[in-house]
């Protein structure tokens, strides 16, 4: 258990020496700028003995720390907030990684630039399976919840969530369970829930895992998705995936993580590539299957999405996410009656708020606009009873190409955290928002367009 401590309460040795050891990391090796600003913020906090930094202000630091000079004005520049968010991830990043096992903790709670410094205790040495006998009864329903999230559906999902718990009340030191409970609640956000709400439920499990068993490949792969999706932190996942092929060089977990990395990035062939490696290592795998469907239509080979849609729906044929990708994959094609046939389809089978999206992109994608806006008012109405991701709504206004309103629910995207913001920049349909002035700004905000200090190949 963490011991909170302030300032005070933590020497101030230590505090300096977790600083260098902290920028002397690889995971800080190339980080110039956020080294630079993580030194500024430790440096004035421990000089000023760990008051209310009331000096440490947004303008403060982009004149001092990023040479804004004197016109810096943080209402319309924002490198400050980027940089900051950006070294909140890498701070977390390290922990989770290099510094597992260090004592002293420097953090930069959200909200403010003030670090806080914290102590917690050892973690416990990694138990191995071979030393240890499993409960059968939590082995027997660990297996029939890797069943449950093999169906896709975000009620198997929760079934498998239900299973997967059970399984550790019964063996509370059981990695593969804690590994297998993160890997479900990480496939579970924007699917049924918030990602706010699934995410670090995800990474709490996971690292519980990697206490337990640092030999589990899963376990970095599902803190890669975290990165990935939720952090907004590419290099961090590729990072995770290098560590999670180190410990089992076919991790067709692994592999599906690289690739998305990749797709995220529009780099689509060699994304194709790694998918088609990690198929062969786990093809009957739904998500790894999902995975490759997205790297066709993003690689906009439409055929090629439709015949890998096919597949993956012959695996898991209740999973109509994958119904409606290849219904937009047969519109992109030039069947839009095929494609309009599937995407309802999908909504008969479901109707929640991500085949309704996808059936109003359709409708407005084959110029039946009046059927797609009709949509809107139920998708807007459904954000109380249901999660409704900001960035499909977001999406649906793109395609309609009702752009003012696509941007102010991007940004509100951006505030909640949507996964799907890692795709803003590959997915074919929102290709009418790229040339828009509000692009690189709303980029930005994310983070997700690095600077050349943070890029290094997966």
Not at 10 to 35: K, P, W, Y
Not at 176 to 195: G, K, T, Y
Request: net charge negative; hydrophobic share 40%; proline share 5%.
């Amino acid at each position: 258990m963490d011991q909170r401590a302030g300032t005070a309460l933590v020497e101030t040795s230590a505090i300096n020496e977790q600083l260098e050891r902290i920028l002397g990391s690889d995971t800080f090796a190339r980080a110039t700028r956020l080294s630079r600003l993580l030194r500024y913020v430790v440096a004035h906090s421990l000089a000023d003995n760990g008051n209310n930094g009331e000096n440490l202000k947004e303008y403060t630091l982009g004149l001092e720390v990023f040479e804004r000079g004197d016109s810096f004005d943080p209402r319309t520049d924002t490198i400050v907030r980027v940089q900051a968010r950006r070294l909140r991830t890498r701070l977390a990043r390290y922990y989770e990684t290099e510094g597992r096992g260090d004592a002293c903790l420097i953090e930069i709670p959200r909200g403010g630039y003030q670090p806080e410094f914290r102590l917690r205790e050892p973690l416990p040495e990694p138990l191995l399976p071979a030393k240890r006998r499993t409960d059968p009864e939590a082995h027997r329903l660990l297996l029939e919840g890797r069943v449950m999230v093999n169906k896709g559906t975000a009620q198997k999902l929760l079934e498998a969530v239900r299973l997967f718990e059970k399984a550790i009340a019964l063996d509370a030191r059981y990695a593969s369970a804690h590994s297998e409970l993160a890997h479900a609640h990480a496939q579970l956000s924007s699917l049924h829930c918030a990602p706010h709400e699934a995410m670090p439920k995800a990474r709490e499990a996971a690292l519980r895992a990697l206490e337990l068993d640092d030999s589990l490949d899963q376990a970095y792969a599902v803190l890669g998705m975290v990165r990935l999706y939720y952090d907004w932190d590419r290099e961090g996942a590729r990072q995770a995936a290098r560590l999670a092929i180190e410990r089992n060089p076919r991790s067709s977990h692994a592999y599906r993580l690289v690739a998305a990395t990749l797709n995220s990035e529009c780099r689509t062939s060699e994304a194709r590539e790694t998918i088609r490696h990690a198929l062969e290592l786990a093809p009957l795998d739904t998500p790894t299957n999902f995975e490759a469907l997205a790297t066709e239509i993003l690689a906009r080979d439409y055929e090629a999405a439709i015949a890998q849609a096919e597949q993956t729906l012959r695996i898991a044929p209740e999973f109509t996410f994958a119904r409606c990708i290849m219904g937009m994959a047969y519109i992109l094609n030039g069947s839009p009656g095929r494609g309009i046939e599937e995407l309802r389809r999908a909504v008969e089978h479901d109707w929640s708020p991500w085949p309704v999206t996808f059936l109003q992109n359709g409708y407005a994608m084959v110029g039946r606009t009046d059927e797609a806006r009709k949509l809107m008012p139920e998708l807007e109405r459904g954000i109380g009873r249901d999660y409704v991701c900001a960035f499909e709504i977001a999406q649906c206004y793109s395609v309609l190409e009702d752009l003012d309103q696509a941007f102010d629910w991007f940004s509100k995207a951006v505030e909640q955290r949507s996964d799907c913001m890692v795709w803003v920049e590959a997915e074919p349909w929102l290709d009418p928002i790229r040339s828009d002035p509000r692009y690189p700004t709303l980029m930005d905000s994310t983070g997700l367009t690095s600077p050349p200090e943070t890029q290094s190949a997966p």
